[in-house]
């Protein structure tokens, strides 16, 4: 029964609860009603039963009642006595308020009495305890100069700025400024502001050119190689909606400032201690020695330099940076600034030692690089010097080759020939050690530079966004104006110091370097500095003034300084000397001459690539509104030098050097296509082992690789002098055809090999597959060996068709056959050099239609018409002295023991002009010179019998022995198959010695080899009268019958 289960039955009792559960829960209900149980008595058969169960329910009813009287009775009886309590402490109460009431009414009847008398009282204690306050400050302000002394002797700077500010604050308390008593303090305190001042700023300018102690350069010295580098610079404006970057942007949320001309730190209030070294705020000093050799602070940490000052807003900022410890170092002296409301002045003071204090560091640069140049001269390159002691040898940038040591007749070697058609020294060359010492000393100085800018961006960054933080709290919202670009007021709170200016005078000063090297005059560069000052002053937007004067940045160079203004509070740091050059003394010069072999205009080649890397490197660190200026600076003056003056001197230069090398007038030794004499016996592919090149063509391939070498330094004007060297080079390839037609002009062998038939069957012989092709391909020629035949047999008939053979349509000059041989190889060597260069370069640059690659086929075409003239001439000249064989009877009286004269002629010709030859080509080349001379003498041998009168016995021993001479001179060529020509003189030899043989026994070796020879050459054995033989009327007949089966 749900009912009942909370009431209090005993634990003995529990019987209780199982009854009570019994019970119907109608008996407990709310509004009780007995019919039902009266009707259900009544009704039932059991009455005494039913009447007894409800008893039993009422006894334990009765008996749960009884124990919850007894289980609540005392709980009763306590609450009454409590509450009987209470109401009678409520009446003591409410009579102890009356009485109080009553007493208070008196002691307010007996005060009022005495007022003023304890106003009095008040008035004397509050003013006691103020001059006891007082005195307490005074006997702590009279300490602070000597704890100031102490802290800037341990170089605690921030702390001594601190507290130097705080006691200022303090002297300007009321009760405090007419103690005559700290008017000594007060001058203390004065003094050791401006001491401050420049300790900070001294500090501050070590550290921008990374002199100091937490300089990033020293900071790095022992730094690991997995470690970050020095932090990248984000661009920022001065905007509050715009960010700054990540070494700034840490800086942006203090409260730091000036306003209304005097410094106000949230940490400085009426209750703090006047030296910030209470024992409570005291920082103890922190071990930096592991973030200095790790260039990075551990979180949480306070760096050495801040370990005894007052914890405040910027302290927590610097210990939660993650900033490089150079850039903390320059945050904390910027901040020190601020405080002591210094900023214009530092500013100025900057600017005003800035260009002096490069111009130290780049001549100590290069200073210390000739020490250490000379040094390393002298303990390890005396051996190299020795060696070195005649012409150097140049090394192209992009093909390594050796200048040949051959001498010539004069003794002089080609390396001075080559040389002195070149404008440069080897020394100047594009791969010459000037050229490198120039590139490695720029490297090391604008690396330098990018380093102190660097520090410039960071400085920067913080003065301005101080200004800035002061104009936006001085000025109202409305009259803010846009700060995107520098105005007048900006310029004037940092003293004139800006990253535009500082960027001006690093790239003015780097740009006086570069004109040192390259012997540029004033004049020249001031006048392209002009140009960039224009060019910067229409790109940046001038704001308005009060006085309506215009305002803008400029590239001030060196010979163009710009003046800078001063603030008035600037003036007496001038006047007391801090600063120990003015910005406008004559500097001397950087002293660069002691470094650099050699000083010339030549070497802004070196100069161009050093400045494209400075000027990315300048750029990613430039904020956004000054990015103009990483375009208009140093790049622009070289790429300005590169393209006004370098270039049009360098072409100026390479066309008397190329007119030179082509010219017709001996250059220290033969002419420019004259084959040199004394050439080694044996040719060589090889320049360094006296490959025989024309000397013309031989300087021109050395122009074009060293103007190549100009290009792939500066890669920006690599289409200009691609453009220049197709230029010289169609220049000479019209001079070689000149030399070339001076050759061959009226003769029959040139007239031969431009006819269209002869061409074709030239292209399809076989032989010419040794002629020159392009780099990687070969000549493919696939016909069969019957084709091959064929091909040659008709070309040797149209060669046959052209008798009788003039002389004076042969070229009789020997030399100019060598020449002929000789500007073949050296075309084709310039071909595969020109298409060496064409595939390292990606500028294909047409002149008049062709490219590089076009010039190299032009060039290999005139290789291949030389030595096809050659070939033709050759085989014309076996022709001209086979037709002797002609027209003549060879009815000898005696056994022949010698050739005929003319056989004797051709092959003491084809002699001497194979060992004139021999130097100058290659061994193909001279198989496919000499190589056509063979077939052509065998099939005039065999064709001049039809045309013989008459031959007998000692004849054909006559003609037998002329075929040996032959022989033996083409076999004693070494390129020359000898089995092949044994093969085709023999083949001449058997037919002629088919005319000692009887009718009927001639009439069966036809029978046997009626393949042999043609129909026609078997007629002319027929033909032909031979003493002692008699041939049959039908012999002709018969023959064509056995030839016809």
Known sequence: MGFFDGLPVPPDKEYLRGELSQIDESWAAARFDSLPHVVHILTSKDREGEVQILKEQSDVVEEVVDEVVHAYHSGFNKAIQNYSQILRLFSESAESIVTLKVDLAEAKKRLGTRNKQLHQLWYRSVTLRHIISLLDQIEGIAKVPSRIEKLIAEKQYYAAVQ?????????????????G????????????????????????????????????IASSMNERDDELPTTTVVAFTMSNSQSLSRRTRLMKGDNHGFIEGSYRSGSVDGGSSLDGHDEEGTLEPQDESKDIKSGAQIPRQVPRWLSNSTPDEFVEIIKKSGAALHVKYLQTMVECLCMLGKVAAAGAMICQRLRPTIHDIITSKIKAHAELVNSSKSGTCQAAQTATTGLHFLKGQLESYQLPKQKLQNGISVAATLLSVSPVSPVMAPAGKAQAAAKDLLDSILDTVVRIFENHVVVGELLESKSTQNADMNTPRSMIIDVNFPDSETSQATGGYSIGFSL?????????????????????????????????????????KKDGSEDGLTFAFRFTDASISIPNQGVDLIRQGWSRRGPNVIQEGYGSAAVLPEQGIYLAASAYRPVLQFTDKIASMLPKKYSQLGNDGLLAFIENFVKDHFLPTMFVDYRKGVQQAISRNTITGPAAFRPRAHTTAAYTSSIEKGRPVLQGLLAIDFLAKEVFGWAQAMPKFSSDLVKFVQTFLERTYERCRTSYMEAVLEKQSYMLIGRHDIEKLMRLDPASSCLPNPLGKANMNNASDSESASIESELIELFLNLRPIKQENLIRDDNKLILLASLSDSLEYVADSIERLTLRTSNQVEVNGKNLASFADDYRKLAIDCLKVLRVEMQLETIFHMQEMTNREYLEDQDAEEPDDFIISLTAQITRRDEEMAPFVAGVKRNYIFGGICSVAANASIKALADMKAINLFGVQQICRNSIALEQALAAIPSIDSGAVQQKLDHVRSYYELLNMPFEALLAFITEHEHLFTATEYASLLKVQVPGREIPPDAQDRVADILSR
Do not use: W
Request: hydrophobic content about 40%; charged content about 20%.
């Open 163 to 179: 507290l130097q500010v705080q006691s200022t604050l303090m002297l300007e308390r009321e009760g405090l400024q007419t103690v």
């Open 504 to 544: 001006t005078v690093l790239q003015s000063e780097c740009q006086q370097l570069i004109c040192e090297i390259l012997r540029a005059t004033p004049e020249a560069a001031s006048a392209d500095a002009a140009v960039q000052t224009a060019r910067l002053a229409s790109k940046v937007p001038s704001v308005e």
């Open 181 to 216: 008593a700290l008017q000594d303090v007060r001058s203390e305190l004065t003094k050791l502001r401006g001491v401050l001042f420049y300790k900070v700023l001294e500090d501050l300018h070590a550290h921008l050119y990374n002199k100091g102690e937490y300089s990033s």
